[in-house]
Each structure stands twice: as structure tokens, then as C-alpha cells.
């Protein structure tokens, strides 16, 4: 089984930054971490989630919605198992609940790819 905890959500003004982390446990994941890709997305009340980055945890590769390109970088530490996402030059419409998954593809924006979720942490940008 794989856990995944998301911390460093808050309340920031427009223009700010935010780092978030997604913290890994589980037996089956850390013997398997090379084959998988840890994502993170997003979902604002009465929308859809939407896909914000992703990075191949073996290769380091990243990818990101066009929306955060420029904005948002996303990370990992593998001695640590955790991942991040650096939020700078927030805006209002970065308002969500920001959650973080692990897919077994090795690349994917697709939710439905991701096996395990966090709980999610709410990001606020105030105008």
C-alpha cells in the first residue's frame, strides 16, 4: 500500500509563494518508487481536477499544465520520498485544494491514471 500526505497549503496574497510537499510511505512503494510517476493537481469548488505537473520519479523528468508553466516547479527528494511543488507568482485563480498521486504510467495528466491520492491542502490566494 502507498500513503501519500500533502502539507504547505495556506492563505497567501496574489503575487506570493507557496511550497508544497508530498510526503510517501508504504512498503510496495519505496521498492518500486523507480517506476512511478508522482503528480500533482488541483480542484477549485464546483470544477472539474485538473492536472498541474508531474515528474518521472526515476528519470527526474517533468511536465506541467500551460497554465503553471513559468510559476510552478515541481521536485522530488528521493532520500527523503517526498515531493514538491514551488508555487511562485501566485494568482486568485490558483485557489484550490491541491492533491498530490502516484501513477504506475510513466507519463500521464490523466487523474484516472493515479492509483493512490493524498488527502489534499487547501491553497488560498487572496486578490
Known amino acids: 500500500q502507498v500513503q501519500l500526505v500533502e502539507s504547505g497549503g495556506g492563505l497567501v496574497q496574489a503575487g506570493g509563494s507557496l511550497r508544497l510537499s508530498c510526503a510517501t510511505s508504504g512498503r510496495s512503494f519505496g521498492t518500486m518508487t523507480m517506476g512511478w510517476t508522482m503528480g500533482w493537481f488541483r480542484q477549485a469548488p464546483g470544477k472539474e481536477r485538473e492536472f498541474v505537473a508531474a515528474i518521472n520519479w526515476s528519470s527526474g523528468s517533468t511536465y506541467s499544465a500551460d497554465s503553471v508553466k513559468g510559476r510552478f516547479t515541481i521536485s522530488r527528494d528521493s532520500a527523503k520520498r517526498t515531493v514538491y511543488l514551488q508555487m511562485n507568482s501566485l494568482k486568485p485563480e490558483d485557489t484550490a485544494v491541491y492533491y498530490c498521486?502516484?501513477?504506475?504510467?510513466?507519463?500521464?495528466?490523466?487523474?484516472?491514471?493515479?492509483?493512490?491520492w493524498g488527502q489534499g491542502t487547501q491553497v488560498t490566494v487572496s486578490s
Open positions: 498521486a502516484a501513477s504506475r504510467h510513466s507519463y500521464t495528466t490523466n487523474p484516472k491514471d493515479y492509483l493512490y
